[in-house]
T-cell receptor, first 118, second 116 residues
Framework: KAGVTQTPRYLIKTRGQQVTLSCSPI?????VSWYQQTPGQGLQFLFE???????NKGNFPGRFSGRQFSNSRSEMNVSTLELGDSALYLC?????????????????FGPGTRLTVL | DQQVKQNSPSLSVQEGRISILNCDYT??????FLWYKKYPAEGPTFLIS?????DKNEDGRFTVFLNKSAKHLSLHIVPSQPGDSAVYFC???????????????FGRGTQLTVWP
């Protein structure tokens, strides 16, 4: 099975611009989560999508948005970029669980998109 | 508010010895815990997990221990190998999200260095 893929891998933007990042989950996975990793804050949860619906949202401003398509692929968008948005953006996919987590339940991460805002 | 904490940013261990990575959490609603390993320029890779109904889970060289009363978990790697050198993240979640893992709360990671 192919893993989680993210495009592009690297991106350089300037302040005020907007950016769209893409994530293709593992085949059959309907849940896609997004995280931001920065040296100071570690991995911070952005949002989760499941069957095209946002199920959970982290504590980020409205400039950060996302969506999921019927094939489970997901995009996240950041508008009006700020210097502090420079980070590694990670996407993770996971299959539906039974509701009781077992030792095989995990989120599978993609390699990330490195965004640099100048 | 950091609900999952890894208080040691780095750990250095000799090859063949035991590595013990620690993690504390504050939210008593967490009932599933995971450990991930991360190399530079790659996404985190799942290592091992434990449910709150257990106090130990073992997979090869990796063992995770959970102490619910202390809200503490640890990852033991025995024996440590140079290839284990990476950043290790502890993560936690709760089963109130229904049928997905939902949101993972991560610690800030511990850089493990295993030297020959």
């Amino acid at each position: 099975k192919a893993g989680v893929t993210q495009t592009p891998r690297y991106l350089i933007k300037t302040r005020g611009q907007q950016v769209t990042l893409s994530c293709s989950p593992i085949s059959g996975h309907r849940s896609v989560s997004w995280y931001q990793q920065t040296p100071g804050q570690g991995l911070q949860f952005l949002f989760e999508y499941f069957s095209e619906t946002q199920r959970n949202k982290g504590n980020f401003p409205g400039r950060f948005s996302g969506r999921q398509f019927s094939n489970s692929r997901s995009e996240m968008n950041v508008s009006t970029l700020e210097l502090g948005d420079s980070a590694l953006y990670l996407c993770a996919s996971s299959p539906q669980t039974s509701g009781v987590f077992t030792s095989t339940d995990t989120q599978y991460f993609g390699p990330g998109t490195r965004l640099t805002v100048l | 508010d950091q609900q999952v904490k890894q208080n040691s940013p780095s750990l250095s261990v000799q090859e063949g010895r035991i590595s013990i990575l620690n993690c504390d959490y504050t939210n008593s609603m967490f009932d599933y815990f995971l450990w991930y390993k991360k190399y530079p320029a790659e996404g985190p890779t799942f290592l091992i997990s434990i449910s709150s109904i257990k106090d130990k889970n073992e997979d090869g060289r990796f063992t995770v221990f959970l102490n619910k009363s202390a809200k503490h978990l640890s990852l033991h790697i025995v024996p440590s190998q140079p290839g284990d050198s990476a950043v290790y993240f502890c993560a936690a979640t709760m089963a109130d999200r229904g049928s997905t893992l939902g949101r993972l709360y991560f610690g800030r990671g511990t850089q493990l260095t295993v030297w020959p």
